[in-house]
């Protein structure tokens, strides 16, 4: 049985500033709508940086196709809000090719440097052979052009030189990776009591999941069984990451 007191949980000290690096609109908040509203809780200011308008996402064919990616930024920015998060950039890749491409690690680091932060939450660039959905290729590729950028372009001031030359750029370095999505996590949060805005937040992304009937249900088991792997007590609900120190 673990204890919540110890390094495998909770908020790492110094933290003052996150980034969330995400594939499309609503993968935040399904993997880690708890510690967001865990982070601003406390006072740390969280950005979003989200790689894709999601615009091969949607069950309704009777939506025009051309109208998605502004219905999925709108609801990612409400879903945002809901758990204390007001600064959220989108860049605009197309959903489905994203790749860990220069253009796409340049963007990153872009953002990385000016936000500057101590924690970056990204997803897994490792497939989930278990739950195939969690490690969708363009979570893979977020979480790889993340993890890329993190090491060692956003530290090294001669990587991307232009992002330094022409837009004064300074190189930053980030102490702490969380991989959502990850089939071998090492570090919860217990988000029992922010489990319901979690759900208000999911439930902001209306044109992805305003069919699904049994929905706090499904990500309640989800939360359990997070909870479960990191020996909390049985009721609780957790969200889990593989923790990554970054060489200082
Ligand atoms: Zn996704």
Not at 57 to 85: C, H, N, S, Y
């Amino acid at each position: 049985m673990s204890s919540e007191n110890n390094e495998n949980f909770g908020i790492p000290e110094g933290v003052e500033r996150v980034l969330v690096v995400t594939a499309h609109p609503d993968d935040v908040d399904f993997g880690a709508g708890g510690t967001i509203a865990t982070l601003t809780d406390a006072g740390i200011s969280v950005t979003y940086c989200i790689c894709t308008d999601g615009d091969a996402g949607g069950f309704d064919d009777a939506t025009d196709r051309r109208e998605i990616p502004a219905i999925r930024r709108a609801e990612q920015t409400a879903a945002a809000k809901v758990l204390g998060v007001t600064d959220v950039h989108f860049l605009g890749y197309k959903d489905g090719y994203l790749e860990p491409s220069h253009d796409v690690q340049r963007d990153i680091v872009r953002i990385m440097r000016q936000v500057k932060p101590q924690l970056v939450i990204t997803q897994t660039p490792e497939r989930n052979w278990e739950r195939l959905p969690a490690t969708h290729p363009d979570h893979m590729a977020a979480g790889e052009a993340t993890t890329r950028a993190l090491y060692p372009a956003v530290r090294n001031p001669y990587a991307y030189p232009e992002l330094r030359n022409d837009e004064g750029l300074e190189a930053w370095t980030v102490s702490w990776l969380w991989l959502q999505g990850d089939t071998n996590p090492n570090h919860w949060l217990n988000v029992t009591d922010n489990f319901d805005r979690k759900i208000e937040a999911i439930s902001c992304h209306v044109s992805q999941v305003s069919h699904i009937e049994n929905l706090s249900e499904m990500v309640g088991d989800w939360q359990r069984m997070a909870a479960e792997r990191a020996g909390l007590p049985q009721g609780q609900l957790a969200e889990g990451f593989r923790q990554v120190q970054l060489p200082g």
